[in-house]
């Protein structure tokens, strides 16, 4: 079985801050992982993924995230956050036997000040 | 790119009646496409996988006579939510996989249901 755990459901940050929205993953099998984003009644649209190639994985927009299979962990960051980051972000998992049905964690909703 | 597309984004029905949302890939063919219902400020939830040609696969909990999954084709699975009632209110999305790229799932810009 595999789930997904997203710590903090809201992060505040100032613009130009950090961003860090944490990912832990279970998995019984090698997991592929990713992180999508959601604007409001919209669809998702996909960040970056980790499909057991770099444990380093860069995606679109300046986000960048690590798999760390040790921790069980795939935090997503980026050096400077935007006011057009907020949003609603999910980290999300499956496995090359699962094909892309996807477990999804509960998200984080990333709020951004000027 | 690999677009899919879902219609309508927005409809709203009366309760007893039934509803129709269609997803589909634009510009590849989709051997598999999924169904996801969000409920407000909470996460998607899959609800079936469906294969082209075959019957969906429900997941544990999910009423199939209630959701009726479709795919006639490698372009187009539809979903009817049969006579709706209030608290099938959601926000519906699809995603679909490329033939023989099953390492990305390519998501539709979703369906809100209002049931009144």
């Known amino acids: 079985a595999q789930s997904v755990t997203q710590l903090g459901s809201h992060v505040s940050v100032s613009e130009g801050a950090l961003v860090l929205l944490r990912c832990n993953y279970s998995s019984s099998v090698p997991p592929y992982l990713f992180w999508y984003v959601q604007y409001p009644n919209q669809g998702l649209q996909l960040l970056l993924k980790y499909t057991s190639a770099a444990t380093l994985v860069k995606g679109i927009n300046g986000f960048e995230a690590e798999f760390k299979k040790s921790e069980t962990s795939f935090h997503l960051t980026k050096p400077s956050a935007h006011m057009s980051d907020a949003a609603e972000y999910f980290c999300a998992v499956t496995s090359s036997e699962a094909g892309t049905a996807l477990i999804f964690g509960k998200g984080t909703t990333l709020s951004v000040s000027s | 790119g690999a677009v899919v597309s879902q219609h309508p984004s927005w409809v709203i029905c009366k309760s007893g009646t039934s509803v129709k949302i269609e997803c589909r890939s634009l510009d590849f063919q989709a051997t598999t496409m999924f169904w996801y219902r969000q409920f407000p400020k909470q996460s998607l939830m899959l609800m079936a996988t469906?294969?082209?040609?075959?019957?969906?696969?429900?997941e544990q909990g999910v009423e199939k006579d209630k959701f009726l999954i479709n795919h006639a084709s490698l372009t187009l699975s539809t979903l009817t939510v049969t006579s709706a009632h209030p608290e099938d209110s959601s926000f519906y999305i699809c995603?679909?996989?490329?033939?023989?790229?099953?390492?990305?799932?390519?998501f539709g810009q979703g369906t809100r249901l209002t049931v009144v």
């Open positions: 995603s679909a996989d490329k033939q023989r790229m099953n390492t990305e799932a390519f």
């Open positions: 469906s294969n082209e040609g075959s019957k969906a696969t429900y």
